[in-house]
């Protein structure tokens, strides 16, 4: 089968398009004919050698833990999948080595969920990582009906889940975001702020008392504002930024595969509930084009390689 391969840490140089032996199926695994894969800036992170030490590479390796696709082999006990189904997941396994960047990957069912009818492989492809992201953050930070959230990075893959699953909890949700984004923002039913100097004052001007949580999915200087605009009391969550923890009474948190909490963000897009942003499409021979878009940080929404 085809996929994109790296054997050596480095840039998108490192990639190469090449045939390599199909997965094997394990008796809590599938095999899926991979649809469309789903892209993220934790690919290339790896791929260029920042993550050693905290997640094994296998090289060579494929990048991508986002996958939609069609079940073509089933393991010894995976009674929740039958061959044919459609399926998503967030295939994180303990290693990166057979990513969903490739004709065909093998799937831990632990990770997996059915893909609701009506909801196409691509933009099943863009939800698991980051919606599963938001959703966590959400859950962690006890958010709830009447509260103003601060999301950073808001018009981004992630946060542009973290909005909208705010908004479905009751909150009124403040964004950050450039200000070609506010519009988008807006749509998602957010009220839009630049960041960058002076971030407080504007969050402050909206929300005079402050803010009951943060959310922060952007990192880098987002999280200096929080002891301006943040309620006593109020909750810190940040999946870039140690500081939420160690500074201010918050937690840092990484994503963790689950498939009954992907499974509900599949019910809220079929249902109409949870809106899905797909920057751009790549065929799977264009893939290496397709990173160095997402590596340019610009992206509004996710990008998918398709088969």
């Given at each position: 089968?085809?996929?994109?391969?790296?054997?050596?840490?480095?840039?998108?140089?490192?990639?190469?398009l090449?045939?390599?032996?199909?997965?094997?199926?394990?008796?809590?695994?599938?095999?899926?004919?991979?649809?469309?894969?789903?892209?993220?800036?934790?690919?290339?992170?790896?791929?260029?050698?920042?993550?050693?030490?905290?997640?094994?590479?296998?090289?060579?390796?494929?990048p991508?833990?986002?996958?939609?696709?069609?079940?073509?082999?089933?393991?010894?006990?995976?009674?929740?999948?039958?061959?044919?189904?459609?399926?998503?997941?967030?295939?994180?396994?303990?290693?990166?080595?057979?990513?969903?960047?490739?004709?065909k990957?093998a799937?831990?069912?632990?990770?997996?969920?059915?893909?609701?009818?009506?909801?196409?492989?691509?933009t099943?492809?863009?939800?698991?990582?980051?919606?599963?992201?938001?959703?966590?953050?959400?859950?962690?930070?006890?958010?709830?009906?009447?509260?103003?959230?601060?999301?950073?990075?808001a018009?981004?893959?992630?946060?542009?889940?973290?909005?909208?699953?705010?908004?479905?909890?009751?909150?009124?949700?403040?964004?950050?975001?450039?200000?070609r984004?506010?519009?988008?923002?807006?749509?998602?039913g957010?009220?839009?702020?630049?960041?960058?100097?002076?971030?407080?004052?504007?969050?402050?001007?909206?929300?005079?008392?402050?803010?009951?949580?943060?959310?922060?999915?952007?990192?880098?200087?987002?999280l200096?504002?929080?002891?301006?605009?943040?309620?006593?009391?109020?909750?810190?969550?940040?999946?870039?930024?140690?500081?939420?923890?160690?500074?201010?009474?918050?937690?840092?948190?990484?994503?963790?595969?689950?498939?009954?909490?992907?499974?509900?963000?599949?019910?809220?897009?079929?249902?109409?509930?949870?809106?899905?942003?797909?920057?751009?499409?790549?065929?799977?021979?264009?893939?290496?084009?397709?990173y160095?878009?997402?590596?340019?940080?610009?992206?509004?929404?996710?990008?998918?390689?398709?088969?």
């Amino acid at each position: 089968m085809k996929a994109l391969t790296y054997a050596a840490f480095g840039g998108s140089d490192r990639f190469t398009l090449t045939d390599v032996d199909d997965p094997h199926v394990g008796p809590d695994t599938i095999v899926v004919r991979v649809e469309a894969a789903g892209l993220n800036p934790v690919d290339y992170k790896i791929r260029e050698g920042y993550l050693q030490g905290l997640i094994d590479t296998h090289l060579p390796a494929t990048p991508g833990w986002d996958v939609a696709g069609v079940v073509e082999k089933v393991g010894l006990d995976t009674p929740e999948f039958a061959v044919g189904d459609r399926v998503f997941a967030y295939a994180r396994a303990d290693v990166v080595r057979g990513g969903s960047v490739a004709e065909k990957m093998a799937v831990p069912v632990r990770t997996a969920a059915h893909i609701p009818d009506g909801v196409d492989a691509t933009t099943a492809a863009a939800v698991p990582l980051a919606g599963l992201t938001a959703l966590q953050a959400v859950d962690r930070s006890g958010l709830g009906d009447g509260d103003v959230v601060l999301v950073h990075g808001a018009a981004g893959g992630v946060g542009s889940f973290g909005v909208q699953l705010a908004k479905l909890r009751g909150a009124r949700v403040i964004g950050t975001a450039s200000e070609r984004n506010h519009d988008y923002l807006r749509s998602l039913g957010a009220e839009p702020v630049t960041y960058g100097d002076g971030l407080a004052e504007r969050v402050r001007e909206l929300a005079p008392e402050g803010v009951d949580v943060v959310l922060d999915f952007a990192g880098g200087a987002s999280l200096d504002s929080t002891p301006t605009v943040l309620r006593d009391g109020g909750s810190v969550i940040s999946i870039a930024d140690g500081r939420a923890a160690t500074e201010f009474g918050g937690q840092s948190m990484w994503v963790r595969p689950d498939a009954a909490q992907l499974a509900e963000l599949g019910r809220l897009v079929a249902a109409g509930d949870l809106r899905v942003e797909v920057a751009a499409t790549y065929p799977l021979d264009d893939a290496v084009a397709a990173y160095r878009s997402l590596e340019q940080g610009h992206t509004r929404g996710k990008i998918v390689v398709t088969a």
